[in-house]
């Protein structure tokens, strides 16, 4: 069976991410985001990029509400901006996986 692929922020800034298999959902904020998470689980999506402006400034909330589903989220940063959002967070994720 294929993982089906989803990406959720700006559809004009995602595009890219189309031509590698992604469906692309527009998202605004993280209330959105939670919404589709929830209906893409259960659609059977295996993978999804949120684009980094959904969850800045709700790092927890976000990762409280991640680990209740069984995909795989990454934080994707976005272009041209240095924020460092997604590389914490990402670092953030692997301590509390190896027990730091």
Known sequence: METKLAALGNKKELLPLKSLGFALFDCKNLHEAE???????????????????????????????????????????????KRNFAKNTVKKIIKEAVGF
Do not use: T
């Not at 689980?41 to 959904?54: A, K, L, Y």
């Not at 400034?57 to 680990?67: A, C, E, N, T």
């Open 35 to 81: 919404d589709l998470l929830e209906d893409l689980s259960g659609r059977g999506f295996g993978f999804v990029v949120v684009s980094e402006d959904i969850v800045e400034g709700s790092q927890k909330s976000f990762l409280k509400f991640v680990k209740k589903f069984p995909l795989a989220v990454l934080v994707l940063p976005q272009y041209k901006i």
